[in-house]
């Protein structure tokens, strides 16, 4: 499941709604106002939301429409706030308690955006945290450790990340004995 351009396309598909009404309202009103009877204003006001709404689902059906395609404005900050709002959505099932919906939310962060230091971070403290699965979360863990050595980068993170990678290890190997 592709959560987050759901997501988009829903949204972008409520602006285009919103567009389609107020467009078809101003149609609506001159047809009134040419003709004088409400009930043809009426007709092309509705006529006009049916047949735009009818064109863009059969669009979408035809050309499998993701409304990332039609953000506005420049390319960094579209993508800024499409990560932003992966993470927020990420965060709020992991608030609500729904761990597996938001393991899933962060795993597709990096499956679009493989470097997200942050989303496997996130992704391992979740493991780690609330799912009760250490060795996902070793793994997540090494794997950003491995990252960042491999860059030679610093990140905010790479104290606790050794510090957690610790514990968690020292817990698998207590409970083996």
Do not use: C
């Not at 395609?69 to 993508?79: C, F, N």
């Not at 050595?149 to 905010?156: A, F, L, V, W």
Request: charged letters at 25%; aromatic letters at 14%.
């Amino acid at each position: 499941m592709n959560l987050f351009k759901e997501l988009i396309d829903y949204l972008q598909f409520a602006r285009m709604a919103l567009w389609t009404i107020f467009a078809s309202s101003f149609i609506g009103i001159a047809g009134f106002v040419k003709t004088g009877s409400l009930m043809y204003g009426l007709f092309i006001f509705l006529g006009g939301i049916v047949i735009n709404l009818a064109g863009f689902l059969v669009i979408k059906r035809i050309s499998d429409f993701s409304g990332s395609l039609y953000h506005s404005g420049s390319r960094e900050k579209d993508h800024n706030a499409v990560i932003k709002g992966m993470y927020d959505t990420a965060e709020g099932l992991k608030l609500r308690g729904q761990y597996s919906q938001a393991e899933e939310a962060y795993l597709e962060i990096l499956r679009e955006y493989p470097k997200e230091m942050d989303a496997r971070y996130l992704l391992a403290l979740l493991y780690e945290l609330n799912l009760y699965k250490p060795e996902q979360a070793v793994k997540e863990y090494s794997k950003l450790r491995l990252e960042i050595q491999e860059k030679k980068i610093s990140y905010k993170y790479k104290d606790a990340l050794d510090e957690n990678i610790k514990q968690l290890e020292d817990f698998l190997k207590d409970g083996r004995n």
